[in-house]
């Protein structure tokens, strides 16, 4: 657990980065059964750049006002748009259609809570 602030954003935290976020599927591990990273594919763990948020990094993820929580997450997956820069993260969704209504966002929160 962490102290969060009136607006949900975390109180404590190693850095905080602010950027553009979509989703992915692998339709409930019927695509694949492994991430880069050889987690299962499934909620909280997140495609990034492993240069920037190596693989095991704990965060947590919200839009900046709030609006929308992803939660806890773990870098645990990688992709084009995270490692080209034009991504932030890449949010782990259980069915293509949760991921069509997400879409791409911009202004979301990834605060890093303990670094790998």
């Known amino acids: 657990e962490i102290e ?3 607006a949900g ?3 404590e ?3 905080v980065y602010t950027g553009t976020c979509t989703a ?3 339709d409930g591990g019927r695509l694949s059964n492994k991430t880069a990273s050889g987690l299962k594919p499934q909620v909280g763990v997140v495609g990034v750049d492993p240069k920037k948020f190596p693989y095991g990094t704990k965060l947590y993820i919200t839009s900046a ?3 929308y929580v992803y939660g ?3 870098a645990g997956d990688c992709g084009g748009g995270t490692e080209n820069g034009s991504l932030i993260a890449d ?3 259980d069915t293509y259609e ?3 209504q997400f879409g791409k966002r911009s202004n979301f929160r990834v605060y890093v809570l303990e670094w790998a």
């Open 4 to 6: 969060m602030d009136e």
């Open 9 to 11: 954003q975390p109180l």
């Open 13 to 15: 935290y190693k850095a």
């Open 24 to 26: 992915y599927t692998c």
């Open 65 to 67: 006002d709030g609006s």
């Open 72 to 74: 806890y997450a773990i």
């Open 91 to 93: 949010l782990y969704m």
């Open 98 to 100: 949760e991921c069509i």
